[in-house]
């Protein structure tokens, strides 16, 4: 009775694993970059990230400079306009 429940457990369980996987595969694959800003002990980062893929850094900024609101939201600008063009690029490009 063990042997036929650990069995049908081993049957059902590629199935569902191989399910999992393709989900998984596409949710990354329809995945779409976006901004993120990140404190470091260097200084502020300002970056692209996508799951699956390396984060492209836009930009690293000093928190002690007088003019940081500016150049965070100009970095900040500059990041969302490159995460559009990625974004409408990969969609052109999926089938």
Known sequence: ??????????????PVTAIWARRARRRRELAEWRVAI???PQGTVV???RPGEHS?????LDPAD???STKLEDARS????RAV??????RD???
Do not use: D
Not at 1 to 14: F, R, T
Not at 56 to 60: L, T, V
Not at 78 to 81: G, H, T, V
Not at 85 to 90: D, H, K, Q
């Open 38 to 40: 990140r404190a470091t």
């Open 56 to 60: 492209q850094r836009i930009g690293k």
């Open 1 to 14: 009775m063990i042997s036929y429940g650990v069995m049908m457990l081993a049957v059902v369980s590629v």
């Open 47 to 49: 970056e692209l990230v």
């Open 78 to 81: 500059a990041a969302l306009e």
């Open 93 to 95: 490009l999926t089938p």
């Open 66 to 68: 007088e003019e940081f």
């Open 85 to 90: 063009a990625l974004n409408v690029a990969r």
